[in-house]
């Protein structure tokens, strides 16, 4: 049995911990308006208490998480090199079950 997802490159980027990887950022095409979207910018909730932060919490976590999720694969710098990746690209991921060793 096999699956195969459609993804849009939104993000390149180097690995975070200085390792020789790229880390490339997939959103479901759905989830993505175009070239003129605009990024949610970073806004700050004031809390009165640790209450009222407690309280209101979970509210700003999922006003946060509105937008979609995103899918992040890992991959060697070579295969990146070769591939030819750009932020923008549609691509393909074919995942396939394999039969495990008994």
């Known amino acids: 049995m096999s699956l195969i997802k459609e993804y849009v490159i939104t993000e ?3 690995a975070s911990d200085g ?3 790229i880390l490339i950022t997939l959103k479901n ?3 993505v308006r175009g070239p003129q979207r605009k990024m949610n910018s970073p806004s700050m909730v ?3 208490s640790v209450n009222d932060m407690m309280k209101n919490f979970g ?3 999922s006003k946060q998480m509105m937008g979609s999720f995103a899918t992040i694969v890992k991959i060697t710098l ?3 090199e070769k591939s030819g990746f750009k932020v923008g690209d549609r691509i393909s991921i074919k995942i396939e079950k394999t039969m495990g060793i008994p």
């Open 12 to 14: 390149i980027s180097a």
């Open 19 to 21: 390792s020789p990887f």
């Open 29 to 31: 095409p759905a989830d």
């Open 46 to 48: 004031a809390f009165t």
């Open 59 to 61: 509210n700003v976590i």
């Open 78 to 80: 070579d295969e990146y």
